[in-house]
Every structure is written in structure tokens, then in C-alpha cells.
């Protein structure tokens, strides 16, 4: 079974910076695109960014080049989001998500129907 938890949300004033942590279990097969999602009040789920396990092969929305990284730790099954110079439109409800293989980061990001699991969320405010 699989489970997603995602961790360090909070307030943050804008041009600072946070991570977001996705802690996930029982990713069993060769290899995962997990990905970054986030929903702000009265606007769709948006694909941020998104890592493939096999290769770290990773993609962003251009909104937050230059501004998120995103990584992974195999060996602690975690994929982090580095939120620097936010903004007070990137406040949302983010959303750490998993699809089993590929075909590409792109496409994951771009597709939330075709990710198979997703965390709770968590919230990231931005404001003064």
C-alpha cells in the first residue's frame, strides 16, 4: 500500500523560504515520477514540479524556475521541494503525488488524472 505524507507547510513572509517534504512508502516497483501539486483557493490542481526516481530527471513550471528545486533521497524514500523567493502566489494547498514509471516528468506534471497516489497536502501561506 502505498502512502504519501507530506511535511514543512507553514506561514512564511514573502521572499523567504521553505521545504516541503514527501516521506513515501511502499513504492515497490523499479521506479517512479513523483511529483509536486498545488491548489490554490478557487483555481485547478496544478502540476509544480516533478522527479523521476530512476534518473532525477526533473521538470518545473516556468512560475518557479529559478525559484524551487525539487530533489530526492532514495535511500530515506523522501523527495523534497526548496521553495526560496516566495511569492503570495504561491500560496496553496501543495500536494506531494506518484505515478508508476513515466512516460516523461512532463507529462506528469502536466496530467494530475494520470498520477496514482496522493498525500493529504499540506498548506504553504505566503504572506506579511
Known amino acids: 500500500q502505498v502512502q504519501l505524507v507530506e511535511s514543512g507547510g507553514g506561514l512564511v513572509q514573502p521572499g523567504g523560504s521553505l521545504r516541503l517534504s514527501c516521506a513515501a512508502s511502499g513504492l515497490t516497483e523499479d521506479y517512479y515520477t513523483i511529483g509536486w501539486f498545488r491548489q490554490a483557493p478557487g483555481k485547478d490542481r496544478e502540476g509544480v514540479s516533478c522527479?523521476?526516481?530512476?534518473?532525477?530527471?526533473?521538470y518545473y513550471i516556468e512560475s518557479v524556475k529559478g525559484r524551487f528545486t525539487i530533489s530526492r533521497d532514495n535511500a530515506k524514500n523522501t523527495v523534497y521541494l526548496q521553495m526560496n523567493s516566495l511569492k503570495l502566489e504561491d500560496t496553496a494547498v501543495y500536494y506531494c503525488?506518484?505515478?508508476?514509471?513515466?512516460?516523461?516528468?512532463?507529462?506528469?506534471?502536466?496530467?494530475?488524472?494520470?498520477?496514482?497516489?496522493w498525500g493529504k497536502g499540506i498548506l504553504v501561506t505566503v504572506s506579511s
Open positions: 522527479i523521476s526516481t530512476k534518473d532525477s530527471r526533473s
Open positions: 503525488a506518484a505515478r508508476l514509471r513515466g512516460p516523461s516528468v512532463a507529462w506528469a506534471c502536466g496530467n494530475r488524472y494520470g498520477m496514482d497516489y
